[in-house]
T-cell receptor, first 113, second 110 residues
Framework: DTAVSQTPKYLVTQMGNDKSIKCEQN?????MYWYKQDSKKFLKIMFS???????INETVPNRFSPKSPDKAHLNLHINSLELGDSAVYFC????????????FGSGTRLTVV | GENVEQHPSTLSVQEGDSAVIKCTYS??????FPWYKQELGKGPQLIID?????GEKKDQRIAVTLNKTAKHFSLHITETQPEDSAVYFC?????????FGKGTMLLVSP
């Protein structure tokens, strides 16, 4: 079983469209994250949720809206996609009692054309 | 907030050589320092970590050292193999979010 799974793995869409990326973790972790990795491989935090509550919201355009229906899921919805949104988006989770290491998903490569 | 600097950005070594990647951090409250390996098309994977109450940690061919006074920590890989080729990230955190370095692309030539 995959610990942190993201879907879809690849997403190609036109400018202006709205799309969603889903993330699920089966580790029983309390905290989940969305990271954006640009073409230079830099990993930048976007959002963090703890037990379904938003705890970190970095300077991300409000076109990006995370939703956590339960603590095992954290989805990312993006409105009005722009060319600059093209990147790889990683979901990650962290437990509160087993150390501070993150477990990452395999990523969603978003290409906006 | 925390700022993590990582060097070098690219490192090329011959198989069997050692590789060293260095990071510095800015927040003296940071107490957890993990290292991640990212292979092509995959997510970052934790390979080793160290906490601020420890100066060095080893796991087979991989070791991490931490100098709290200087706010430096380093990853050492001995007897490198072609399968060690990947992007390596250092990170630092206190009790909240990890801040990542910008990554080092390690290339190990046979």
């Amino acid at each position: 079983d995959t610990a942190v799974s993201q879907t879809p793995k690849y997403l190609v869409t036109q400018m202006g469209n709205d799309k969603s990326i889903k993330c699920e973790q089966n580790l029983g972790h309390d905290t989940m994250y969305w990271y954006k990795q640009d073409s230079k491989k830099f990993l930048k935090i976007m959002f963090s949720y703890n037990n379904k509550e938003l705890i970190i919201n970095e300077t991300v355009p409000n076109r990006f809206s995370p939703k956590s229906p339960d603590k095992a899921h954290l989805n990312l919805h993006i409105n009005s996609l722009e060319l600059g949104d093209s990147a790889v988006y990683f979901c990650a989770s962290r437990g509160s009692h087993v150390g501070y290491g993150y477990t990452f998903g395999s990523g969603t490569r978003l290409t906006v054309v | 907030g925390e700022n993590v600097e990582q060097h070098p950005s690219t490192l090329s070594v011959q198989e069997g050589d050692s590789a060293v990647i260095k990071c510095t951090y800015s927040d003296s409250a940071s107490n957890y320092f993990p290292w991640y390996k990212q292979e092509l098309g995959k997510g970052p994977q934790l390979i080793i970590d160290i906490r601020s109450n420890v100066g060095e940690k080893k796991d087979q061919r991989i070791a991490v050292t931490l100098n709290k006074t200087a706010k430096h920590f380093s990853l050492h890989i001995t007897e490198t193999q072609p399968e060690d080729s990947a992007v390596y990230f250092c990170a630092a955190s206190g009790y909240s979010t990890l801040t990542f370095g910008k990554g080092t692309m390690l290339l190990v030539s046979p």
